[in-house]
């Protein structure tokens, strides 16, 4: 980022918000660090350097909170997970634990057993409500 310097925050792509954004909250070396989609916008150095510092907070004992869609990410660098479903939980613990809990067959990606765990507490599909006027 550094030939961006001279750059406003609203000036730089999208990618580089995300950079920034993280640098910023990295820049006191916090204990808990909260990530939401934090690879949103990243290209693929980008990407990589984002798992490998988050490997290397958890490493050296920060406490890694992750949010995103991307399950594959969460396998890669997770060693807990929780699955929501409309905010309530279906399931936790480790991978192996909610893998052994959910998955079908040992090859079971986390995504086969996302889709078991909210398949099994699916209940009735809520009404939509009206739009307002």
């Known amino acids: 980022m550094a ?5 406003l925050p609203g000036e730089l792509s999208r990618g580089m918000k995300q950079k920034l954004v993280i640098a910023c909250g990295l820049l006191h070396s916090p204990a808990v660090v909260f990530f939401d989609e934090p690879l949103t ?25 992750l949010s995103s869609h991307l399950l594959s990410l969460l396998e890669e660098v997770c060693t807990h997970v929780l699955i929501l479903q409309s905010g309530a939980k279906v399931a936790d613990g480790t991978l192996a634990d909610v893998r052994a809990r959910f998955a079908t067959h040992p090859e079971s990606s986390l995504e086969d057993v996302f889709f078991r765990a909210t398949a099994e507490t699916a209940g009735p599909v809520p009404p939509r409500l009206p739009p307002t006027p």
Not at 3 to 7: A, H, N, S
Not at 47 to 62: E, F, N, Q, S, Y
């Open 3 to 7: 030939d961006k310097r001279q750059l």
């Open 41 to 65: 916008g990243l290209d693929p150095g980008g990407i990589r350097r984002m798992k490998d510092t988050m490997r290397r907070l958890a490493r050296d004992g920060a406490a890694i909170i």
